[in-house]
């Protein structure tokens, strides 16, 4: 019988966001398929509206990622969202047209992400793969001697994703947000987004999606194991961990500093050397950057190098 039971990442959207979620998808499509029809005067209110949908949706999920999820980093992020969806709704109103080629990365993202998270056959798929490729990793190493690998205890699915530890006692889920699909839409997204040549983006996207896979079943490993061995079950982390995160059991204090700490932490620095690594591929993504950045910032920010500017131009310092 299993004394305990963690997800990985925990990731529960209540009904009404999955609803919400659909909603703003369909709004960005339209605004993207207007633009494409040439009918700019209608995709940009069209698109503001997306944003402000957007802004919504992630103002719903405050209180998850804040207070259920726990997630320091993933809680402030989703609060900066709000704000910055609404700003850029605002800009696009305005009038500032180059913001289309974000609001259409948006709308790729979204159809990437929303099939498998809304969908429970698909949701089983992708979960099992990444469950069963994490056990062969843990198998394959070697660390994890009388580890079981079993359906989830919870009854909450039929899934094989769940890793049990006699010697401690506890257990681990990989659920949904363990996949990375959130990784793959926000690069799949972006490459689709951008006019470039589609063998580079090609290759942008087959290189990003498998480095994002490689890493996130390291990431999945690390904290299965380190939360089934209890590495950080010490006694001077204990309590500030626990007051930290409102934890009442010193048994959850190796899954929250290995998730939520170390990974979620490490996750932010990986992420920003994929975006620097496939750029080099598709330097068109660098536009991207650079109009959000200029927006939230207020003043323009060039980040392409005068090699990578269009038609080898050169781009201000």
């Given at each position: ?22 909603i ?15 009918r ?7 698109t ?12 719903l ?37 180059s ?18 998270e809304t ?13 069963t ?24 699915t ?37 006019d ?61 500093v ?39 910032l ?19 310092p």
């Amino acid at each position: 019988m299993l004394l305990s039971t963690q997800s990985l990442t925990e990731f529960s959207v209540l009904p009404y966001t999955d609803v919400l979620a659909w909603i703003v998808m369909a709004v960005f499509v339209a605004g993207v398929v207007l633009d494409r029809r040439d009918r700019r005067d209608l995709a940009m209110p069209v698109t503001a509206g997306a944003w402000g949908l957007f802004a919504v949706f992630w103002f719903l999920l405050i209180h998850h990622f804040a207070l259920i999820h726990r997630s320091a980093i993933q809680a402030v992020l989703v609060i900066v969202a709000v704000p910055a969806c609404l700003y850029v709704g605002w800009q696009l109103y305005g009038g500032r047209e180059s913001l289309l080629t974000l609001s259409r990365a948006i709308a790729f993202m979204t159809i990437i992400y929303l099939p498998f998270e809304t969908s429970y056959v698909a949701r089983q798929v992708l979960i099992e793969t990444v469950a069963t490729q994490t056990a062969g990793v843990i198998d394959l190493l070697g660390i994890g001697e009388g580890v079981r690998f079993v359906e989830d205890p919870t009854g909450e699915t039929t899934f094989m994703n769940t890793f049990w530890f006699p010697e401690t006692g506890q257990a681990s889920r990989i659920v949904f947000a363990c996949t990375g699909i959130g990784s793959i839409a926000i690069f799949g997204g972006l490459i689709a987004a951008v006019d470039a040549p589609r063998r580079k983006k090609a290759v942008a996207a087959t290189v990003s999606i498998a480095i994002i896979w490689v890493l996130n079943v390291g990431r999945n490993v690390f904290i299965a194991v380190a939360n089934g061995y209890q590495w950080f079950a010490i006694q001077w982390l204990e309590g500030p961990v626990m007051f930290l995160f409102g934890l009442s059991e010193p048994s959850r204090v190796s899954f929250f500093v290995a998730d939520r700490i170390l990974s979620q932490g490490l996750a932010v620095f990986a992420l920003v050397g994929i975006a620097v690594l496939v750029s080099r591929w598709v330097p068109e993504l660098l536009d991207i950057g650079e109009e959000l950045l200029s927006v939230l910032l207020g003043r323009e920010v060039r980040l392409r190098t005068p090699e990578t500017a269009p038609d080898g131009g050169e781009t201000e310092p």
